[in-house]
């Protein structure tokens, strides 16, 4: 990350309050918006793309389900969200897995980022997930991009 890459910090308290920074990007996403979601497991990487989803009208809550046995979940709503998990991935093929198909017109989450972050060429919203108490979690969000800077900006993080 370069100094010049506007970073902002938030902690949230609930599960409720982690999905609804979800569902704050989903409401502003646009097509071809990247979330690269990074995070060990249970950080809440799955919690943040269901509130994704709810901002998007593409599903309700309880129906965004960790896509780590199926690779991708698609949900249609405002835009397509496409809802992929690299962990059980050792060898991450994107082109085989899809990802591409979705890159311009969809918007993408991608849980286990880490695993293609060499390969994550393009604008995208790096969002790392820490467990920081039994229920309280520290989220990270980073800017690589100037799409992904104005989707910052109108998040309006700390108004
Ligand atoms: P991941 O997809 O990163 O593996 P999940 O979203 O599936 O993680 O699970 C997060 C778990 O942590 C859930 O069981 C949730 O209830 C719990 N949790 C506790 N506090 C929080 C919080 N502040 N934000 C998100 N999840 C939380
Ligand atoms: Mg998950």
């Known amino acids: 990350m370069s100094a010049a890459d506007p970073s902002s910090l938030v902690v949230t308290a609930s599960p409720q309050e982690t999905s609804d920074w979800g569902r704050r990007i989903g409401e502003i996403c646009r097509p071809g918006t990247l979330l690269a979601l990074h995070g060990d497991l249970g950080a809440g990487k799955t919690r943040f793309v269901k509130g994704v989803a709810r901002g998007l009208d593409a599903a309700r809550e309880e129906d965004v389900t960790s896509p780590t046995f199926v690779l991708m979940?698609?949900?249609?709503?405002?835009?397509?969200?496409?809802?992929?998990?690299?962990?059980?991935?050792?060898?991450?093929?994107?082109?085989?897995?899809?990802?591409?198909?979705?890159?311009?017109?969809?918007?993408?989450?991608?849980?286990?980022?880490?695993?293609?972050?060499?390969?994550?060429?393009?604008?995208?919203?790096?969002?790392?997930?820490?467990?920081?108490?039994?229920?309280?979690?520290?989220?990270?969000?980073?800017?690589?991009?100037?799409?992904?800077?104005?989707?910052?900006?109108?998040?309006?993080?700390?108004p």
């Open 73 to 158: 979940n698609l949900y249609s709503g405002r835009l397509v969200l496409a809802h992929f998990d690299l962990y059980r991935l050792d060898r991450v093929d994107l082109e085989t897995l899809g990802f591409y198909d979705y890159r311009r017109e969809a918007v993408i989450a991608l849980e286990w980022a880490e695993k293609v972050e060499e390969k994550l060429l393009g604008d995208h919203l790096r969002i790392s997930f820490e467990i920081t108490g039994e229920h309280s979690r520290r989220l990270m969000f980073q800017a690589r991009g100037k799409a992904s800077r104005e989707l910052l900006d109108r998040m309006n993080l700390f």
